[in-house]
Every structure is written in structure tokens, then in C-alpha cells.
């Protein structure tokens, strides 16, 4: 089973890239931004809760995300694999991740991870927030503190996978195609 963890912070393109690798290696995409925003459409309890905290540019806590995720790989059981994008997002994730494809006699087979200069990201959230409508990619203030939370509270993850060997660091910043083909590249190779 093919399991990746596509990483970086908002607005490195991980949703372009996730897209052209689901299609290519046939993954199941786990978005935790796209399951939140469902169910933040939906109404639902966690719905609610969810927005409360990505509102205020924050994450929304493990056992919510955890319950969430696990929910989601249960209701795909023939998966040739999964890509994990936006998870997790604290080591505490990534031990939980490890637990829970471990039950299902899997693991992380890589951490492909996009790295993109903070000014370039700025630029990205704001053109993709007018293009979307979405309200937290509008807020400079917001798209700052996303930043924030990313740098202090997400970037230890790079840690967790790079001493199990399974970290590999993209240049996000070219034409799509040319990203696409590196992310390839490691695939390939595993």
C-alpha cells in the first residue's frame, strides 16, 4: 500500500499536486481542509466546532482530526493506498497516524513535502482567496497567523519523518508540471 504525506505550508500547492498524483497512482485523498470545510458546510457538530478554530487561524485538536481521519481510511478498505494532505500537522499526529495505519497492517511509505518562500505564499493565499471566495485566504492578518502556526506548531513533523528516513523536501516554486515530476521521481524510487 502506497501512503504518502504531502506537506507544506498554506498555499504550496498541495491541492494542485495531490490531484495529479491521486490520478496517477489511483490514492484515496485525505484532505483534512476539504473534510472540515464538508462538514462545516454540512452543519455538523464537528462542523461547527472545526470552523470555530480555523476561523481564528488555529488547529483544530488531535482527537477531533484523529477520529475524523480514521472514519474516512475505514470507509475506503480496498485503497491502493492514501495521500494524507494537510496531516498530519503535529508530531502527536504523526505518532497517531503511525497507530492507526499500523492497525491496518500499513504505514507512511513517505513525507513529500513542498517548500515555498513565506512572501510567495502570501501572494498565492491572496489570489487564491479572491479565485475562491474563501474568507481565511482573504485576511493578510489570518493568512500571517496560518503562517505562524505553521512555522512553531507543524514544522517538528519535517523531524518525525526525517528520522525514520522518509522525508524528502520539493522545491514548490516552477511550473506545475515540473514539481509533479520530482514528486514522481521519489515516488518511483521507493
Known sequence: ???LVLFGPPGAGKG???AKLIEKYQLVHLSTGDIFRANIK???DLGVLAKSYIDAGKLVPDEVT???LAQEVNQSPNAKG???DGFPRTSAQAEALD???AEKGTGIAMMLALEVEEEELKKRLLIRGKDSGRADDQDPAIIQNRINVYN???MPVKLFYEVQGKYYGING???IESIFEALCSHIDKA
Open 66 to 68: 484523529i477520529g475524523m
Open 173 to 175: 516554486i516552477g511550473e
Open 42 to 44: 454540512g452543519g455538523t
Open 99 to 101: 497507530v492507526l495505519l
Open 16 to 18: 494542485t499536486q495531490s
Open 1 to 3: 500500500m502506497l501512503n
Open 152 to 154: 512553531a506548531e507543524t
Open 82 to 84: 492514501f495521500i494524507f
